[in-house]
């Protein structure tokens, strides 16, 4: 590993006013049937290179997790205990290591988070859609963890932000009232599960905002609702109709999509229920951030994710997994119209940001070419570094780190990182609590 080349003329790494250092991390992977297989996957080859282990050509790898929350909590090395002969090494997890050096975290996140991070950072491979789903405010995590703690892990909100390292495609949001219009006139399977006189509320709808999402959460919550029996008749009746259309007509980009959702999850409800939510193609750069109670599901490709720490996901469609739709349908805004699409702003020539509304969290993507230099500001909250690709080296003070694809790092606050390419292009990303919460009283 990379990162196990340290330089620290006398001095141990990277010291932190409360005497620990930058922690090298082994972080675990979340191996769901929606991930991509083997070497395929950019979460597997991180985690071969993070780990030393070799992957399993026939395992999907689809979620790499850094940060403490239970469900999948990263591990420190310790360095001044080095490895075991064996070549096993002596690791600690992150959360013990922040509890024991609350200093490491700064004294403003740790009154008001504790002794946690407040942000899980992740890296996803998507092969295969995951489910229609969102997630719960504060306050209903707090109601789901209290009725069903197995089911909902822990009590927390999970706004999150999804930053596409490759093209990512995800549906999020509903439509726009005039392609709902479309939808319901278009899709005659969607009247035939909800009935026409639920349907045709569409049609006769005024412009009064609270009048719209009333009759959207009346369609939706029926269609979702529909029988698995009449579900799985009424899509192959879809399924059929569009295979025959196609012989005549150029299909929708949607219609397209549904059918290979099909494929997918064969007589599903979410693959009907598409039809409602924007199909969202990110291009790399580009992020989506999606706050409490908004639908969306992802559909392939890599991306960076980072959100508040909670592992709570609340189901309805495209999925093996459990369902709660009636606490689903209950719980979405039923806002319409195309979400925002974050691009960043410029931090230095070469590093972007990405700061969505929430104070657990914000995301640096750096992409450094061979020989240039660029800096890290130092923050009052901690950070975690993930190099993906390439060689750099690291230094703050007079401590050098030189880290390759695969290092995932964990930086305390109050220190500055220097970072300096040594390859064609260093690609890193560094999750870290939200400079805002930091500007605010």
Not at 231 to 255: D, G, N
Not at 260 to 268: F, S, T
Not at 283 to 290: M, R, S
Not at 344 to 349: C, V
Request: with cysteine; charged share 25%; aromatic share 8%.
């Amino acid at each position: 590993m990379g990162a196990d080349a340290i330089q620290t003329n006398g001095h141990d790494p990277a010291k932190s006013t409360g005497g620990e250092g930058i922690q090298r991390l082994r972080c675990a992977v979340k191996n769901y049937e929606w991930g991509r297989l083997g070497p395929d996957s950019l979460v597997a080859r991180l985690h071969e290179a993070n780990s030393g282990q070799r992957v399993d050509p026939a395992v999907p790898f689809a979620e790499l997790w850094m940060g403490t929350h239970e469900s999948a909590p990263s591990q420190v090395v310790k360095e001044e205990v080095g490895s075991g002969h064996d070549g096993s090494e002596c690791m600690v997890t992150l959360k013990s290591w922040v509890t024991d050096n609350p200093d490491l975290i700064g004294s403003r996140v740790v009154d008001k988070w504790g002794c946690d991070l407040p942000f899980l950072f992740k890296v996803l491979s998507v092969t295969k859609a995951l489910s229609i789903q969102a997630h719960p405010n504060k306050a209903l995590a707090e109601k789901l963890h209290r009725e069903d703690p197995v089911l909902y892990r822990d009590a927390n909100h999970k706004p999150e932000i999804a930053l596409a390292i490759t093209p990512f495609q995800a549906l999020c949001g509903f439509v726009t009232l005039k392609e709902l219009k479309e939808v319901i006139a278009n899709v005659p399977e969607i009247t035939e599960l909800v009935g026409s006189k639920a349907a045709d509320q569409i049609f006769n709808v005024d412009e009064h905002e609270d009048t719209v999402k009333s009759v959207v959460r009346l369609i939706f919550t029926q269609l979702m609702s529909a029988s698995i029996n009449e579900t799985k008749q009424v899509i192959s009746q879809m399924k059929i109709r569009l295979i025959s259309e196609k012989q005549h007509r150029e299909l929708s980009e949607k219609e397209k999509l549904v059918l290979e959702l099909e494929k997918q999850y064969p007589g599903d409800v979410g693959v009907i229920s598409a039809f409602f939510l924007n199909y969202i193609k990110l291009n790399p750069g580009e992020a989506l951030y999606l706050d409490a109670n908004e639908p969306h599901a992802y559909i392939s490709g890599d991306c960076v994710e980072c959100m508040a720490a909670s592992d709570n996901v609340v189901r309805a469609g495209l999925t093996p997994k459990h369902r709660d739709v009636q606490t689903l349908c209950s719980m979405l805004t039923y806002k319409l119209g195309y979400p925002e699409i974050l691009k960043g702003f410029p931090l230095t020539p070469y590093i972007t940001r990405y700061l969505p509304p929430f104070d657990e969290f914000e995301v640096d993507h750096c992409d450094l070419p061979k020989g240039k230099y660029t800096v890290f500001p130092a923050i009052p909250g901690p950070s975690v570094y993930m190099v993906i690709e390439g060689k750099g080296k690291l230094e703050t003070g007079s401590s050098q780190l030189l880290v390759n694809g695969g290092d995932i790092l964990f930086v305390p606050a109050h220190i500055e990182i220097h970072v300096t390419g040594e390859s064609d292009v260093m690609k890193l990303y560094r999750a870290g609590v939200s400079s805002r919460f930091f500007q605010t009283l």
